[in-house]
DNA sequence: GCGAAACCGGACAAAACGGTATAGTATAGT
DNA sequence: ACTATACTATACCGTTTTGTCCGGTTTCGC
């Protein structure tokens, strides 16, 4: 079956663009890892580019929906939604495979605006917008355009953080600035 | 003259590794855009990461005391120092050299906690919330530590975000988000 | 069981990588 | 003028990089 190497070359690349960086991680590294021969990664993908693309993508998916499932079962009413994010982060960070988000590490690795990395990092950072505002509408806020964007800022500042610091408190704390933040509406 | 070659070398290895990268930088380029000979460099800089460490801290001083300075002379009172402080960090993202934060592109390629490279990026990081928090207690905020994290994780988000959309209103709407964290206290 | 598609492993290529060796030039200070 | 030092230019080393080619094997649908 194809789906079960490609699936595990996606995964395993995943895992090691995030924990050494993408430039860093070779083409024969991934494959080494994930047991699959050089010539199905490139029957599969065509290029290195490809496959982080694929990565990318996978992976934008599955987290957007897993912050957004995780903060909607942590949340007691929506209007705990925004604040409840925040435990969901902190979940996150704690976890063994935190290593910052995928995505900033390639909006750094491929600075370059039109580089197709870099266009993914931005799209999912959209997406993870968009859903910070739909916390927002549905927790009542006067200005949710403002107030998510916002949030968001606070969220990019807690796990860069995170990463840098190590900091277990570092969501929490961050936490209260977002508590402090949608007191004042 | 040493002093010439070495600071040219440092100067070019710097901005080539915050326009493209770490290890995408290969030391030829960089050699052949300062108009050094390679082993000029490896007499100064016994290797590749010792040129990177070198450049990360000419950075951490130059960047630290501009925006202590730039910072002190924006704002009126001390009481206005920590909003002053996004009015610097909007000058910083207007700029054409401005490709993100270097130590968190750093710490982004070097993931590992005891790289010297990341530790060189945590180091800075630590200067740069002293800094916010000496402006915190000028400021007279009642709990200096906790409105400089507060402040520090938006000023970090701000840099992330700046970098990843080339947005130009980042340090505006971070700097209403710090407007209401003070307001708080 | 048969044919096709997927997969394997290893050899191979061409370029780029960090780093070294060497031989020779420019430029100071004394 | 002499000498120590800084610097240059080029060739080279071994390794690693992405990516290709190929002959043989496994696996799957029918």
Redesign the pocket.
């Known amino acids: 079956?194809?789906?079960?190497?490609?699936d595990r070359l996606v995964d395993t690349a995943l895992r090691l663009f995030c924990r050494y960086g993408y430039?860093?991680?070779?083409?024969?590294?991934?494959?080494t890892e994930a047991?699959?021969?050089?010539?199905?990664?490139?029957?599969?993908?065509?290029?290195?580019?490809?496959?982080i693309l694929a990565a990318l993508e996978k992976r934008d998916e599955e987290h957007i929906a897993w912050l957004a499932s995780e903060t909607q079962t942590r949340a007691g009413a929506p209007e705990d939604g925004l604040l409840a994010l925040f435990d969901t982060l902190d979940a996150w960070f704690a976890g063994d495979e935190f290593h910052g988000c995928p995505f900033l590490k390639a909006s750094g690795e491929f600075d370059d605006h039109d580089d197709p990395v870099h266009r993914a990092a931005l799209a999912h950072k959209g997406r993870l917008l968009a859903l910070i505002r739909e916390l927002a509408e549905a927790a009542g806020a006067p200005d949710p355009a403002r107030t998510a964007g916002e949030i968001y800022m606070l969220v990019e500042g807690a796990t860069v953080v995170a990463q840098l610091t190590g900091d277990r408190s570092t969501a929490a704390r961050a936490k209260q600035a977002a508590e402090v933040l949608l007191a004042a509406g």
Not at 1 to 6: C, G, I, Q, T
Not at 23 to 31: S, V
Not at 35 to 49: L, Q
């Open positions: 079956m194809s789906l079960k190497k490609k430039r860093a991680t070779g083409i024969e590294t991934i494959l047991g699959v021969a050089k010539m199905t990664m490139y029957n599969h993908f065509g290029s290195k580019e490809a496959l």
